[in-house]
C-alpha cells in the first residue's frame, strides 16, 4: 500500500499556519550529538520522515534517544562507544547520513558508510565530503557502495579550499574538524543559515569556531565536546512554500514562525510577482500576511547560493508562476537535473520549454487536474500547489518525497481551505492511476 494525495481545485484560500522547525538545520545538529560526552537537548524539531531516519541511525550508532513529540523535544545521550558504521538500509533513504562520516573520524578514528540516498535531483557527488577527509588526514578507500576509512592518530588541521561551495561539504568539515589537533581554514565555505546553527550548537558544547555566515570559517580543535541544548529556527523553505501557495490561489493566509531574516531573496522574488505582503522586515522571526485577488506577472530567477535564491525554492516558485501573465526565466545553477517536476506540470495544462539549465514557462489562463508524481521532496509540495489551482481533481502519487521534509504537510493545507485527502492505494491501483495519467 502506497499514500497518494487526491487534490481538488480550490478557488480560495483563508487562515492561519506556522511555519515548523527547519529540517535542513535539524539533521547535522541530530549528527554532531555523537561528538559530545553528555546529553544533549535540541528544541523545535519537526515530526517529519527524515528526522525519523536520523533518529534511526543514532540508535544503530548506541545512542540513547527521547523523543518527546508532542513537545517537539529530543534528548540525546551520545554513545560510549560507536560501532562507527552507517548501514546501508537506513542511508540509502537520506543523503544526509553522509554527515556522520566527520564524527565517525573525529572521534572514533574510524568509519564504514554506505553511499547515501535521498531526493533525485540530479548528481550530487560526495567528492568534496571525502576531500575534507582525506585533506584532515583520513584514509579513504570507496568500494562496493561503501565508504571505508580511518585515522592513524588524529584529524590534524589544515586548510581546505572546497572549488565550489556545498552544505553538506562545509558541515561534514567543520564537524570533523572540531576534534582535530590544531586549526582548520575552511575556504569557499557555504554560508547558509543551517551552516551557521550547527556552529552555534558545537560552539555549545565547546567547540572554537569563528566566521560561520561567511564564506571563510576558521576551527581551533579541541580535545573533547560537552553538550548542548538548542532550538530549532524555522524552515525558510516551508514558509517559502506558503508563500508560494499564496501566489498560486487567490485569498489571504498569516504566516507565523516565519523567518524573516533567512528570506530576503525569496520575498523579493514574491513581490516583483505582484504579491502583497505585510511583514517586519528588521524581524528575525515574525509573522507575514499575504494577500492576493489579482493575477499576478511573470519573472526572472537564478538559482544561487545563500543569500542568493534558494534551488529548493525553484519548483516552488515555477509553480507559483504557472497562471502568472507573460513570460516568466527560471534558471536553475545549482542542480544538473532540477526541472523534472516539468514534464508533471505540463500535465496539468502548463505551458513550459526547457532549455539546458533554463525553463520558459509561459502563464496559461486555466490548468486541468490529472495524475502527476513527485519525484522530490520540494517537486512535491509543487506539485501541489499546482494541483489545489488545476480545475477538477488530481492524483499526485510518491507523497512519501513530501513527507521527508514537511510536517503535518496536508493537514496544514486542509486549515486554509485546500481541499486535499490522503489515502492508501495498493500497487495495481497505482498502476492503473498511472496508465491514466499517460
Same mark, same amino acid.
Given at each position: ?8 481545485h480550490?478557488?480560495?484560500i483563508?487562515?492561519n ?5 527547519s ?18 537537548i %535540541?528544541? &523545535? ?5 527524515? /528526522?525519523k531516519?536520523? $533518529?534511526?541511525? +543514532?540508535?544503530a550508532? *548506541? #545512542? !540513547? ?13 551520545p554513545?560510549?562507544d560507536c560501532?562507527?558504521?552507517a ?5 540509502s ?8 562520516l566527520?564524527p ?5 578514528k574510524?568509519?564504514l558508510?554506505y ?7 540530479g ?6 565530503h571525502?576531500?575534507?577527509m582525506?585533506k584532515?588526514g583520513?584514509?579513504?578507500d ?19 579550499t ?5 552544505v ?17 581554514? %575552511?575556504e &569557499? ?5 543551517? /551552516?551557521?546553527?550547527? $556552529?552555534?550548537? +558545537?560552539?555549545?558544547? *565547546? #567547540? !572554537?569556531?569563528e ?15 560537552s553538550?548542548?541544548h ?9 514558509a517559502?512554500?506558503?508563500l508560494?501557495l499564496?501566489?498560486?490561489?487567490d ?9 524573516i ?7 523579493k ?7 502583497e505582503?505585510?511583514?517586519?522586515e528588521?524581524?528575525?522571526i ?16 537564478s538559482?544561487?547560493?545563500?543569500p ?13 508562476c ?7 526565466? %527560471? ?30 514557462v509561459?502563464?496559461?489562463?486555466k490548468?486541468t487536474?490529472?495524475v ?7 517537486a512535491?509540495?509543487a506539485l ?19 513527507e521527508?521534509g ?5 493537514q496544514?493545507?486542509?486549515?486554509l ?11 495495481e ?9 499517460k
Amino acid at each position: 500500500m502506497e499514500k497518494i494525495y487526491i487534490i481538488e481545485h480550490t478557488p480560495s484560500i483563508f487562515g492561519n499556519v506556522k511555519v515548523s522547525g527547519s529540517k535542513n538545520a535539524t539533521l547535522p545538529i541530530l549528527i554532531a550529538t555523537l561528538l559530545c560526552n553528555e546529553k544533549c537537548i %535540541i528544541d &523545535n524539531v519537526p515530526e517529519i520522515e527524515d /528526522v525519523k531516519t536520523t $533518529v534511526e541511525l +543514532l540508535l544503530a550508532c *548506541g #545512542a !540513547k534517544v527521547n523523543w518527546n513529540k508532542k513537545e517537539k523535544i529530543i534528548e540525546i545521550d551520545p554513545p560510549q562507544d560507536c560501532p562507527t558504521i552507517a548501514p546501508y538500509k537506513i542511508v540509502s533513504k537520506m543523503r544526509a547520513s553522509i554527515l556522520v562520516l566527520g564524527p565517525f573520524l573525529s572521534k572514533y578514528k574510524r568509519a564504514l558508510v554506505y553511499l547515501p540516498g535521498g531526493c533525485s535531483i540530479g548528481p550530487r557527488p560526495i567528492n568534496l565530503h571525502l576531500m575534507a577527509m582525506s585533506k584532515l588526514g583520513a584514509e579513504i578507500d570507496v568500494n562496493h557502495g561503501y565508504i571505508k576509512s580511518q585515522v592513524k592518530d588524529r584529524l590534524k588541521g589544515t586548510t581546505i579550499t572546497f572549488p565550489k561551495k556545498t552544505v553538506g561539504g562545509t558541515q561534514n568539515a567543520i564537524l570533523a574538524a572540531v576534534l582535530a589537533k590544531g586549526t582548520t581554514i %575552511i575556504e &569557499n565555505a557555504a554560508q547558509e543559515p543551517e /551552516v551557521v546553527e550547527l $556552529v552555534k550548537a +558545537l560552539r555549545q558544547a *565547546g #567547540a !572554537k569556531i569563528e566566521g560561520e555566515g561567511t564564506s571563510v570559517i576558521k576551527i581551533k580543535g579541541v580535545d573533547e565536546l560537552s553538550s548542548f541544548h538548542v532550538k530549532i529556527i524555522p524552515d525558510r523553505i516551508e514558509a517559502g512554500t506558503f508563500l508560494g501557495l499564496a501566489a498560486t490561489i487567490d485569498g489571504e493566509i498569516t504566516i507565523k514562525d516565519a523567518p524573516i531574516c533567512h528570506m530576503e531573496s525569496i520575498l523579493k522574488k514574491f513581490k516583483e510577482m505582484g504579491l502583497e505582503m505585510k511583514y517586519d522586515e528588521y524581524e528575525d522571526i515574525g509573522t507575514i500576511y499575504v494577500k492576493k485577488n489579482k493575477r499576478l506577472k511573470g519573472i526572472e530567477v537564478s538559482t544561487e547560493e545563500y543569500p542568493g535564491f534558494p534551488t529548493d525554492m525553484q519548483p516552488i516558485v515555477m509553480a507559483a508562476c504557472l497562471k502568472a501573465e507573460g513570460c516568466s526565466v %527560471i534558471r536553475e545553477n545549482i542542480f544538473d537535473n532540477r526541472f523534472v517536476h516539468v514534464n508533471e506540470f505540463i500535465r496539468l495544462g502548463a505551458n513550459i520549454s526547457v532549455e539546458k539549465n533554463t525553463a520558459l514557462v509561459h502563464g496559461v489562463k486555466k490548468l486541468t487536474g490529472a495524475v502527476v508524481e513527485a519525484s522530490d521532496l520540494r517537486a512535491g509540495a509543487a506539485l501541489v500547489l499546482a494541483c489545489a489551482s488545476a480545475e477538477g481533481k488530481s492524483y499526485l502519487l510518491n507523497v512519501e518525497h513530501i513527507e521527508r521534509g514537511y510536517e503535518n504537510f496536508e493537514q496544514k493545507l486542509a486549515l486554509l481551505g485546500i481541499k486535499i485527502e490522503k489515502i492508501l492505494k495498493k500497487e495495481e491501483e497505482l498502476e492503473k492511476l498511472r496508465k491514466i495519467g499517460k
